[in-house]
């Protein structure tokens, strides 16, 4: 059964264009092309930036966060209660009124009591913020060294700045280090689903069609605007403020061009037009460009939360969300925070001000892994 899956999933129709066949692309007289059992090297390597990850966020992360003065906001031990502990572990962290009404009335708390105990609790499992600048600084030092690295190698050639010759000879094209090397492996930093499906996919079928030029500028645009990201969060648990606001400006200006003028007029359009010329749409034409335009609409969206957060800024001198509030869960209740939340003067994120759920998305969402 597995071998006539396999069998079938690896036809030549799916994965290469017509008149092309997988025994085109053997290695032979010294010429070396891509195959898909070259993606099992990833196995070790994610062991290995695993290691390294750990490596740099001990010794170098940790100095370096104490160095630039982040401190850890003490946070209170949430009361011992086993009704709400085991409400919070198996049936969920933020319960809805009515639940909360009736937990209040089965451990004789007030509601005001209830809603402060699962809000002390969330606040107990969050990462001190000297973890969270630990992590952006990695991934800071990740994207930085994988932007430098990819544009250093495919500088010198020529679809770099012509990507209609992505496609010439296609897919007769030799594996050689340069795209190759810009092939990074993804890593989990709990992006959108949606996201995680479309890069992987991306990847994957990108190496495995031998793809590899188109795919090598989608990686390097991507990479440059993802450590300017890092690195406002960086420095927005050190309330460093104008640094943050600096760097937020330069990121939105690089994550704009890239995202919503180069993509897709540069790789949407060579994909979709220039890639057909001299050779017939096969399946995996319609598969790769679908994958691209999901990519494209998540840039349409998290450029437009970008360009409300700047618009509220420049009009009101406030962001009131903003990708620096991600530092801790507000110290009011619930109904206290819906009432009260305070507006972010000058661009700069209260201490211990509300969690913005744009933020949260914009984060997470857009440190596109291809």
Request: proline share 6%; aromatic share 14%; charged share 20%.
């Amino acid at each position: 059964m597995l071998s006539s899956l396999n069998e079938w999933l690896w036809q030549d129709k799916f994965w290469l264009p017509p008149n092309n066949s997988w025994a085109d692309l053997e290695d032979r007289d010294g010429v070396v092309y891509a195959h898909p059992r070259d993606l099992l090297a990833t196995l070790p390597l994610a062991l290995a930036l695993v290691a390294a990850r750990m490596a740099f966020e001990r010794f170098v992360g940790l100095p370096l966060s104490r160095w630039l003065g982040v401190r850890n906001h003490v946070q209170r031990p949430v009361a011992p209660n086993p009704v709400l502990e085991r409400h919070f572990l198996t049936q969920g962290r933020r319960p809805k009124e009515p639940q909360l009404a009736l937990l209040a009335t089965q451990c004789g708390l007030t509601l005001r009591q209830t809603q402060r105990w699962f809000r002390d609790r969330r606040k107990q499992d969050q990462p001190h913020l000297t973890k969270k600048f630990c992590e952006a600084s990695w991934r800071f030092l990740f994207y930085l060294c994988s932007f430098v690295g990819g544009l250093s190698v495919l500088y010198h050639e020529s679809w770099l700045w012509t990507p209609s010759m992505c496609w010439d000879s296609y897919p007769n094209q030799p594996l050689n280090p340069v795209p190759a090397m810009t092939h990074r492996l993804p890593q989990d930093f709990k992006e959108q689903v949606a996201h995680h499906f479309v890069t992987i996919s991306l990847i994957i079928f990108s190496y495995s069609a031998n793809l590899l030029r188109i795919g090598s500028l989608v990686l390097l645009l991507h990479d440059a605007s993802d450590y300017l990201l890092e690195a406002c969060k960086m420095f927005n648990y050190t309330y460093w403020r104008r640094l943050c606001d600096t760097l937020f400006v330069i990121f939105s200006c690089v994550f704009l061009y890239t995202r919503l003028v180069l993509f897709p007029t540069q790789i949407l359009y060579t994909t979709y037009y220039e890639s057909l010329i001299g050779r017939a749409p096969f399946f995996g034409y319609y598969f790769f460009n679908a994958l691209l335009m999901v990519l494209q609409l998540l840039h349409v969206f998290w450029s437009s939360l970008i360009l409300r957060m700047i618009s509220n800024f420049m009009t009101k001198g406030q962001m009131e969300k903003d990708i620096r509030s991600d530092v801790e869960e507000s110290d009011l209740s619930e109904e206290e925070a819906g009432q009260e939340r305070p507006q972010l003067r000058n661009g700069s994120a209260p201490i211990g001000g509300p969690r913005s759920r744009v933020a949260g998305r914009l984060a997470n969402g857009h440190t596109v892994a291809m």
